[in-house]
């Protein structure tokens, strides 16, 4: 098997090794699940053609020779890589399932970071520019009588104690999620009612760089892409599964994609990252993911059926919101709501509206992000 005969078999939605990952069997935990698709994987991995191990093992190089002093000290080697990567990971799970989450931190920080960032990296990425965002708030009431940027943006600092777990975040800690249209924000919303919420657009000013834990978006992946995908797949596969008991305090899924945010939190973006080139970009802006509530699984491509984390840096801050660090990345529309229903719409007509409003090109108004700090 070549790499690319992989990766279109892990783009192909009758393939169980392929998102959405649901339980298949009610007395398996999570770390079941993940150690059975592994075990799956592996023996994809196994298979793969000496001709094509040998292309992957140069792929960074022949792509850094133009920037060599980005070089690693460290080799690529694909095979041995992925065995690293699923023993940190396995590890990692043991460590958090014991309730040791210091030492597991440990364990996943120094693994990243350990040879200069070496794994880190070649982390999957996607680079983003001019794309349109979007965000929803429920049973939504403007602050002071009067709708403000605040409104949609991260839940401000004096609120914190209304930031549950999440995904790509701790109890407390008030991650600012976007989504790649309003249909997948609607979803993730789990479809409110139109009447019931606004929402607004968000535009990045400066390209930005995301962790992809997805599916790569490039029609036609450079073998460093191919690498960087294919031997972080059991970390994507981790970080993809649905939740079991969505009802319960504790999430053994959020596990490992929440350390994931405190890796990447402490490796913020520096600069404008260069198109093209692994290993040069240093830092993300946040991760980017698939929609584990959407029912499109048909085009795993699409940047529009994705959701995206973007965390605070400031939280030490009493009030308001991140103006440092976060604020400045965005512009946004003014807030827009559906209050000219005169009623409540099936889920079928809803769902049209919405799918006008992501159709819709014309061109919007787009302003700086007012919002206030109190430190």
């Excluded at 989450?101 to 960032?117: G, I, P, S, V």
């Excluded at 680079?127 to 429920?138: C, G, L, Q």
């Excluded at 649905?242 to 929440?258: A, C, G, I």
């Amino acid at each position: 098997m070549t790499h690319q005969e992989l990766y279109q078999e892990l783009l192909n939605p009758k393939s169980d090794l392929v998102y959405p990952f649901n339980y298949d069997n009610e007395s398996k935990d999570y770390f079941d699940y993940w150690s059975d698709l592994v075990e799956k994987y592996k023996k994809k991995i196994d298979n793969l053609s000496d001709e094509s191990l040998k292309t992957l093992n140069k792929a960074f190089e022949k792509e850094l020779v133009k920037h060599k002093e980005y070089m690693p000290t460290k080799r690529h080697n694909f095979k041995a890589d992925f065995d690293e990567i699923c023993i940190t990971i396995e590890e990692f799970l043991k460590l958090c399932y014991m309730n040791y989450y210091e030492d597991a931190y440990k364990l996943l920080f120094e693994f990243f970071t350990r040879h200069k960032d070496f794994y880190l990296k070649m982390l999957p990425r996607i680079i983003v520019e001019k794309n349109v965002f979007y965000r929803i708030r429920p049973d939504f009431k403007p602050s002071e009588g009067k709708e403000q940027d605040g409104d949609l943006f991260h839940l401000p600092f004096h609120l914190r104690h209304k930031a549950a777990s999440t995904r790509y975040g701790f109890l407390g800690y008030p991650v600012f999620y976007l989504a790649g249209s309003l249909q997948t924000a609607w979803y993730e919303m789990n479809c409110p009612d139109l009447k019931s919420f606004s929402y607004a657009k968000f535009r990045p000013k400066n390209t930005l760089s995301f962790l992809d834990l997805g599916y790569p978006i490039n029609k036609e992946p450079k073998d460093w892409e191919y690498y960087s995908f294919l031997v972080f797949y059991p970390l994507i596969m981790g970080c993809l599964i649905s939740v079991k008991h969505p009802d319960d305090p504790f999430k053994p899924e959020y596990m490992l994609p929440q350390f994931m945010t405190k890796i990447i939190r402490e490796r913020p973006q520096k600069g404008s990252p260069e198109f093209g080139d692994p290993s040069t970009n240093i830092g993300f802006a946040g991760i980017v993911y698939m929609s584990t509530k959407s029912p499109h699984k048909d085009n795993l491509e699409d940047l529009s059926l994705r959701n995206f984390a973007l965390f605070p840096r400031n939280t030490i801050c009493r009030e308001g919101h991140d103006k440092k660090y976060l604020s400045p990345m965005f512009e946004m529309t003014d807030i827009k709501t559906f209050s000219d229903l005169s009623e409540s719409l099936s889920k079928e007509d809803s769902l049209e509206i919405i799918k006008d409003i992501d159709k819709n090109l014309l061109k919007d108004e787009f302003h700086s992000i007012n919002v206030t700090l109190k430190e």
